[in-house]
Nanobody
Framework: QVQLVESGGGLVQPGGSLRLSCTASGSISRINTMGWYRQAPGKQRDFVATITSGDSSTSYANSVKGRFVISRDNAKNTVYLQMTSLTPNDTAVYYC????????WGQGTQVTVSS
């Protein structure tokens, strides 16, 4: 089992920035994918971005391309999501995701974009 702990959510004004972090612990596979999904009130959980452990290949949802950057520190088993140019449409609970033989989810961190 892999446990994920997220941090970095909060309230930010439109146009602002936030950085989310997620640290994995437990039985971490050397080859894995980590990333972020989000769920707005009354909506399904949607893909945001992922990054692989080997070549750090990234993938982004069209809605965040050019505004969000995902990165990772393999030595710390940590993945980051730098979010810029935030809009109210980015308001959601952001969930950390791990896939490496097993799948794990974090508990979620709230991001609210509002003036």
């Amino acid at each position: 089992q892999v446990q994920l702990v997220e941090s970095g959510g909060g309230l930010v004004q439109p146009g602002g920035s936030l950085r989310l972090s997620c640290t994995a612990s437990g039985s971490i596979s050397r080859i894995n994918t980590m990333g972020w999904y989000r769920q707005a009130p009354g909506k399904q959980r949607d893909f945001v971005a992922t990054i692989t452990s080997g070549d750090s290949s990234t993938s982004y949802a069209n809605s965040v391309k050019g505004r969000f950057v995902i990165s990772r520190d393999n030595a710390k088993n940590t993945v980051y999501l730098q979010m810029t140019s935030l809009t109210p449409n980015d308001t959601a609970v952001y969930y950390c995701y791990y896939s490496g033989g097993s799948v794990s989810w974090g508990q979620g961190t709230q991001v609210t974009v509002s003036s």
